[in-house]
């Protein structure tokens, strides 16, 4: 069973800034391009970033120019920077292969999250 740990959340202010760390077995990184999902409370779990395995990086519109995201393939890490952070950037956090089509089709089961919480 695939297991994926992230690590990194906390209790910011607005401004402020986070890095997020995502570990996973080594087989997932050779083949997926991985990313970053979060859901609000109340709300669905949506897609935030992504870096394939050629490193090329994609991001949701509202996080654009504040977020970064990478990966460590020798140590099976991708990792989220989240810079001028904004209350509606509260949430848990979870890593996993994109599409989440593609995680589910391959039983990449999600994690437990972190919680980010952005104060105003």
């Known amino acids: 069973q695939v297991q994926l740990v992230e690590s990194g959340g906390g209790w910011v202010q607005a401004g402020g800034s986070l890095r997020l760390s995502c570990a996973a077995p080594?087989?997932?990184?050779?083949?997926?391009?991985m990313g970053w999902y979060r859901q609000a409370p109340g709300k669905q779990r949506e897609w935030v970033a992504v870096?394939?395995?050629?490193?090329?990086?994609n991001y949701k519109d509202s996080v654009k120019g504040r977020f970064t995201i990478s990966r460590d393939n020798a140590i099976n890490t991708v990792y989220l920077q989240l810079n001028s952070l904004k209350p509606e950037d509260t949430a848990v956090y979870y890593c996993?292969?994109?599409?989440?089509?593609?995680?589910?089709?391959?039983?990449?089961?999600w994690g437990q999250g972190t919680q980010v919480t952005v104060s105003s």
């Open positions: 870096i394939t395995t050629g490193g090329v990086k």
């Open positions: 996993n292969a994109v599409p989440h089509t593609v995680a589910t089709s391959r039983g990449y089961n």
């Open positions: 080594g087989s997932i990184f050779s083949i997926n391009a």
